[in-house]
DNA sequence: CTGAAAGCGCTTACAG
DNA sequence: CTGAAAGCGCTTACAG
């Protein structure tokens, strides 16, 4: 201690502050975090020379200090996924008006990262944490993270059996309605292109795809080979090679938009109109689903909303409450549109 | 309520560590960090411990004690715009290859929160910045950045004048480039629906639109009123009204892909096709610019190459690099497809 | 009401 | 080569 250095730039501490007040940093302290321990009128003196010095806390030194922080981490398997990042605007904001904020961190794709992305927002003291893109084999992370007491709240997408909170939509039914429509313009000979297994909500879309046929006697031309990725890559390359099979198909449906946006290539490509050549029904509703001549029968996925109510689980979990895991199960909405009305080729 | 430690899971810290291996804290600090001070066989043997342990370095303490870290910041107007995430995917990765993670923050629309969510990079040490979205009026900021040294390098929008490194392409050349592009279809009556004059690239776009108009001996029919947000909605709005003014138009140049989204949405509400009534390019080359049968003229600003150049140029500023301000000057692609394409209802 | 002291978990001159 | 000590910037029992 003892002189001040003259760093280019050194930022007033509160020491510096308790110098120029004749106090100490103790005071300081309290007179800025409104605590008890400071007068009235010391208090105002202090804040006055801390505004003068342009003075900032340090969240680092704060959460070194107290092994908490007003911050919740949020992993996003691929910041360039839309799907997700909305829902992370919803959890931004929610946060934001509790006066929390919301860390986010992006594992680039890679989700052998995920480990250590979330244990690298546990050693910053984040208070809790909101996961998406979960798959089945996460579940030792999520138990390393059950075990450390840390507050999760799994959006989305989820690892079944765990004893964690979870907000999300219900996929089965919504996939079986969305099925039902389609059955209802008349197609009969349907291929399914779903996304992967592993993921809860592709499986969940898959299962009321299904139901949805089965209960008009139906399956998919393409059975068992339905699963595949949720890319629009995947779903070009699958279409074309339906496509390619000679396969008579009437309707594709896609375990989501993205997928959907493949196949509309692979139609492009091979002169296919849609809805007259083939029906289609994605899911998501994303804002491409439905631009200009396109326009994609699918479910609306309220994402941001989904992102809020994470926020909101994850802060009651934060603030101690102690109950079962809650699945919290949002209203969707069915967005019929050109993609699968028009002629249908089929006679019912 | 009160303080409820997270006690049960207490971490092991490099105390731990020190006392089970009978040594003191620096020792062991020395060992984990590949530092002189301690021999092989002791480093070998405190490596042991800490594994054993599952001991984890905090990164908090880390920063604190050093004033550094391997870790830069990117500011996100609005995590939901797919133009910024890929920057900062392409970001991520380079950084991640030269061991540096990114700290992302979003500002939730509201760029008040700009200059706090800056402040709040800087006050955790975080080695630099790397700034989008930026607006005239963010001078002030980028001022008080550089007094503080703190290395920034602007994304694609850029405050004139300010002594910073830089990163995008050269929007005036490419916006005159499209507009000749459509221009060569025969159009002559041409609308243009530009983004906020105080966006560096929109104004450097809408110069280059108009520049590509004047060397044919036009202007755009809606001049001066060719200012606006870069919004769907906007996009919507704009055409709706030139559309209901009556004015007859062939062609409408749009700021970026979204306002043209928007076009598309007007001309579907009033029986329009497109390119048959009316031509539109747009601009930034998103992918949903290109889905089943609408195909958009764009111009592709390389967004992933942007995020990791800006990552190099700022890497080379925090290892020290003193030099006059870099102007990188990406190259972009010009995308001529069907919305420009077809029957042109003009002459030329 | 007030202040001195300890300590969060590290790193790093500095002596031995 | 080794370890003791100081300190990064805070907070918070604790004693006066």
Redo the contacts between chains.
Sequence with gaps: MGESRSG??KRPTINDIARAAGVSSAAVSYALNDSPGVGPELRKRIRGIADELGY??????R??KT??SRSIGLLLA???N?FY??M??GA??AA?VEGY??????L?GSSSRLVEAA??HV???ESGLLLTSLMEGDGALLDELR???VPVVQLYRRVVDQPLDWVGIDDRSAAEEIATVLLATGRRRIALLAGPPTSSASAARARGFRDGLRRAGLRAVNEPDVWGEIT?RSGFDRATALFAAGTDIEAIICGNDVIA?GV??A??DTGRS?PDDLALTGFDGM??AS????QLTTVVVPREEIGRRGVRLLLRRI??EDHPPVDEMLPYELQVRTTTTGPATGTA
Excluded: K, M, Q
């Design positions: 280019l730039t900032r806390p340090s969240p680092l030194a959460r070194l092994g908490r691929d910041i360039t839309p990042t909305e992370a605007g931004v904001e934001s904020e919301v860390s986010i961190s992006h680039g244990r690298g050693d910053r003291y075990a450390a007491r629009r946006l509309l290539d139609c492009r849609v804002e491409f631009v200009g001549p396109l603030a101690g």
